[in-house]
């Protein structure tokens, strides 16, 4: 590797959304810095397997469905 080119790579505390914490190698922050979760594997969608919401901003979702209402027999 090149040097001074790569950033700095040390231990941090990762904090999970439940409280459980673990110590990690990563270039976030400095040494000894705690990186605080708001969505991780325990609480996502993705991983959870939890359903779908769909977040009207504006209408959007309102007007695609009034325009192609119909179109699929709903």
């Not at 110590?23 to 959870?48: E, M, N, Q, Y």
């Amino acid at each position: 590797m090149k040097k001074d080119i790569h950033p700095e790579y040390h231990e941090i505390k990762v904090v999970m959304t439940d409280g459980t914490e673990y110590v990690t190698r990563s270039t976030f922050g400095a040494t000894g810095d705690t990186l605080t979760l708001d969505i991780d594997p325990k609480t996502h969608p993705a991983w959870t397997g939890g359903g779908q919401h769909l977040t009207d901003r504006g209408g959007r979702v309102s007007r695609f469905k009034n325009r192609y209402k119909g179109l699929m027999g709903n």
